[in-house]
């Protein structure tokens, strides 16, 4: 294959967004993500609806809001991950402009109770997240990154704990120990869901007074941005306006043909590993035979337990047997024949141990 037919120039394969807003209960974060479909939806002169999938009994609010700047938008309350596929795939066939996933902490919620209803599990044990992460990932976070289209989805905020050191005595014995203390805040989804996002935005509010009045500030933080255009800002009281740059950004890149992943990839089936394994046992064995042909299979003094430690320094470059067991068959058959060449010259010599320390440096000369 021709370099000119794996790769292609770098240019984008679409003007598509996807972003995220996390944040506690009241922060802001659905009236901001909210903002940000308008604008973008604006300046990329979209037209079709705009598709909300909604569990926070949100959408009806944002009727108004949506008749006001004539664009359309349909709902559906869910908080089935089935239904996001779903969606993926109305988005992916250009039937409508927007994804909003408001809220995706509840799919992901009842993703993992619907987990443990379906495995009687009354509590997830360490072995239980190993599954369903992977799981997420596959169903959730593969299908969100390869659906060409523009997304937003909200996530609930939760804080992030360590624990404090134990306190011990001069013995060592724990006498107090360390408590679990707030250490961050993140949004309730698996792992790096939100990271998978070009823009990954935190909102958060504080109750002042000002004037003699109570009022509300709400702040966003931008967490990621791809196009490191308004990367780690803070915003008050965000609009469209403090989003636009990325925008602006992703609509200047020039749009082209991108060379897409190989077909098949290099998965050994279970007969391959077989015969992999096979061979390393079998050129394992005929070492060993080796070394018992040539006497220093079962060396018995220690000067014949020293030369043959020697021996397989020299030979395998490790006197350690995982090392040794890590190498594939056809080094290990190398290997072999190396060993084979070396025991030829090695026991007509009277100098065995000054044979060795010299053997292969007439080679490498």
Do not use: C
Not at 110 to 133: H, V
């Amino acid at each position: 294959m021709k370099l000119n037919e794996f790769a292609k120039s770098l240019t984008s394969k679409n003007h598509f967004i996807k972003a995220s807003f996390g944040g506690f209960q009241g922060s802001g974060k659905t009236r901001t993500a909210f903002e940000f479909i308008v604008g973008a939806y604006k300046q990329m002169n979209l037209d079709k609806p705009v598709l909300i999938l909604d569990n926070e009994k949100g959408s009806r609010f944002l009727i108004p809001s949506f008749n006001k700047q004539k664009i359309e938008a349909i709902a559906k309350e869910t908080t089935s991950l089935k239904d996001v596929q779903e969606a993926f795939k109305f988005l992916q066939s250009g039937e409508i402009s927007f994804l909003f996933i408001d809220s995706l902490t509840k799919i992901y919620y009842r993703y993992i109770r619907d987990y443990r209803e379906a495995n009687r599990k009354k509590f997830m044990s360490l072995q239980d997240w190993g599954k369903i992460l992977p799981l997420w990932s596959e169903e959730f976070s593969e299908k969100f990154v390869q659906t060409e289209g523009n997304i937003v989805f909200t996530g609930r905020g939760g804080f992030e704990y360590e624990k404090e050191e134990d306190t011990k005595d001069e013995n060592g014995v724990v006498t107090e120990k360390g408590s679990f203390v707030k250490s961050g805040f993140k949004m309730k989804i698996a792992g790096e869901t939100p990271y998978e996002t070009d823009l990954n935005v935190w909102m958060s509010s504080d109750d002042i007074y000002k004037d003699g009045k109570p009022n509300k500030e709400i702040y966003a933080y931008v967490l990621k941005d791809r196009s490191d255009s308004i990367n780690g800002k803070i915003f008050t009281f965000p609009t469209f306006k403090h989003f636009k740059p990325i925008i602006n950004f992703i609509q200047g890149l020039p749009i082209g043909e991108v060379a897409e992943e190989s077909t098949g990839n290099l998965i050994p089936t279970d007969k391959e590993y077989y015969e992999r394994q096979l061979q390393k046992k079998i050129e394992t064995e005929k070492i060993e035979a080796v070394f018992e042909l040539n006497n220093l299979g079962s060396p018995r003094s220690a000067e014949e337990k020293k030369l043959k430690t020697m021996i397989i320094q020299k030979i395998f470059g490790t006197t350690s047997k995982t090392e040794i067991e890590k190498l594939d068959g056809p080094k290990l058959n190398y290997l072999r024949q190396e060993l084979e060449e070396f025991f030829t010259e090695y026991n007509s010599r009277e100098d065995k141990v000054e044979f060795i320390e010299s053997y292969g440096k007439d080679k490498a000369a």
